[in-house]
């Protein structure tokens, strides 16, 4: 019969979050503190094909927008603005859940480029969760007026995944993210983010608690993630966990219904 | 043995380095994302006309904090 988690479950999370597309359409996600431009590349990307809104149930606004790239379209999600995804405020609440639960073809993460230390912390926290992440170094016509050079290669190199330089307010670079989107969102490339290793004792703890974590939910979401956070003691991700297996649970079962009826 | 002091006291273009955050919960939490961790050096750039907010070079970024907030973060000056 072939109604599995495979088949149904990623676009009936995804319709939990209200993302109106063909369900066979590409997902992307952009995330990145607040100030680095993320709305510019937003706009930039998406242009006219855009719309506001909130997220399901919180007076978060919400801008979803799609862009057309060699032929296919993509569906663009536009997180809000965190410093990180600790679950501290609504707004991270937001954007580590539809990180987390409704698992986006990939992830940008914009960073300022004149402030790479400060806007990193979010990026490796993205990197934690997903694997699928491109950085885009934006305001890079700001960090060349400040004589600030920035090796590229490199910094791709020390994070393990794509890195983009854009000046999005002037349209440079934006191309070149949309090659990088689609080769991630495509399985063309496949990012292998750098691991950040904590102490002895935590990666102690996580060799101890990762097993336990995989054997009740699987892989469907980063293991080494969720372990790190219930070693944190985050309570929150378990409730949300419970609310959108739960949630989708249901849908699934009313799909399955629908089929037989 | 502790000679740390409450990074709001610090004077306009002092340097210092974060020795520990007196702070629980959410505001610790905070603190820490933007960058005061234990270690990081931070620069006092300037005062509002009223003494409050003070601004920061902290990792390159300049973020305002209320005394209040600037108060939670110990620090022992350098030179």
Redesign the interface.
């Given at each position: 019969m072939g109604l599995t988690y495979q088949s149904t479950g990623r676009s009936t999370t995804r319709e939990i979050f209200n993302v109106h597309n063909a369900g066979s359409e590409l997902v992307i996600a952009l995330a990145g503190n607040p100030n680095t431009g993320k709305s510019t590349v937003f706009n930039a990307l998406t242009g006219l094909r855009q719309h506001t809104g909130n997220w399901p149930g919180k007076t978060v606004l919400r801008a979803e927008g799609s862009f057309i790239h060699g032929g296919r379209r993509y569906t663009l999600i536009d997180l809000p603005g965190t410093?990180?995804l600790?679950a501290?405020s609504v707004e991270e609440e937001v954007a580590r859940d539809f990180l987390c639960f409704a698992k986006p073809d990939a992830t940008v993460v914009v960073v300022d480029g004149?402030?790479?230390?400060?806007n990193l912390?979010l990026a490796l926290q993205v990197m934690e969760i997903t694997d699928n992440v491109i950085v885009c170094v934006n305001l890079i016509d700001e960090a060349r007026r400040k004589k600030m050079h920035i090796n590229i290669n490199k910094l791709s190199n020390a994070l393990g995944v794509p890195v983009v330089p854009t000046a999005a307010r002037g349209g440079e670079g934006l191309s070149e993210l949309m090659a990088a989107i689609s080769d991630v969102a495509l399985g063309r490339v496949m990012p292998k983010p750098v691991l950040v290793r904590y102490s002895d004792a935590v990666e102690k703890a996580i060799a101890q608690v990762e097993p336990k974590v995989r054997e009740i939910i699987g892989a469907h979401i980063n293991t080494r993630w969720v372990a790190l956070r219930l070693i944190d003691g985050d309570t929150k991700l378990v409730q949300a966990i419970q609310r959108y297996y739960n949630d989708q649970e249901s849908k699934q079962a009313e799909a399955a219904l629908e089929v037989l009826a | 043995m502790n000679n740390s002091t409450p990074l709001n006291r610090l004077g306009n273009g002092c340097c210092a380095l974060v020795t520990e955050l007196n702070a629980e919960g959410l505001t610790r939490r905070r603190l820490l994302d933007l960058g005061l961790v234990p270690g990081t050096k931070v620069e006092v750039i300037r005062r509002s006309p009223l003494g409050d907010p003070i601004a920061f070079n902290i990792r390159g970024a300049i973020i305002a904090f209320r005394k209040e907030e600037a108060e939670k973060v110990l620090v022992v000056q350098v030179s």
């Open positions: 410093y990180s600790h501290n004149t402030c790479l230390e400060r912390n | -």
